[in-house]
């Protein structure tokens, strides 16, 4: 069992960066590979990066590339999304997400335990 609670979002305005991170429960979390998702009223969770369990491969969707980056601390059980250059397009409730796996997958169904998310609204 892995509980995650989010912090860090907030309003923002467009260019600007801001910093999500993720803090797990128990014991285990270096044996989950954990994922950053969004999801934008009216729209369907989308995948937005993912990094392995010892936190050398990540893997992002095309529309972050370059602007945001996850990274996480096994010995403080945390997992953050540093996101610059932010766009209108990027406003969405944002949740950190575990998956007992090797894959880094984009696939909501495979991420076992998530968080309650974090707003994260970026004005024009």
């Known amino acids: 069992q892995v509980q995650l609670v989010e912090s860090g979002g907030g309003l923002v305005q467009a260019g600007g960066s801001l910093g999500l991170s993720c803090a797990a429960s128990?014991?285990?979390?270096?044996?989950?590979?954990m994922g950053w998702f969004r999801q934008a009223p009216d729209k369907e969770r989308e995948f937005v990066a993912a990094?392995?369990?010892?936190?050398?491969?990540?893997r992002y969707t095309d529309s972050v590339k370059g602007r945001f980056t996850i990274s996480r601390d096994n010995a403080q059980n945390t997992v953050s999304l540093q996101m610059n250059s932010l766009k209108p397009e990027d406003t969405a409730v944002y949740y950190c997400?575990?998956?007992?796996?090797?894959?880094?997958?984009?696939?909501?169904?495979?991420?076992?335990?998530w968080g309650q998310g974090t707003q994260v609204t970026v004005s024009s």
């Open positions: 997400a575990a998956a007992p796996r090797v894959a880094l997958s984009t696939t909501p169904r495979v991420y076992d335990y």
């Open positions: 128990g014991r285990t979390f270096s044996t989950y590979v």
């Open positions: 990094i392995s369990r010892s936190g050398g491969n990540t």
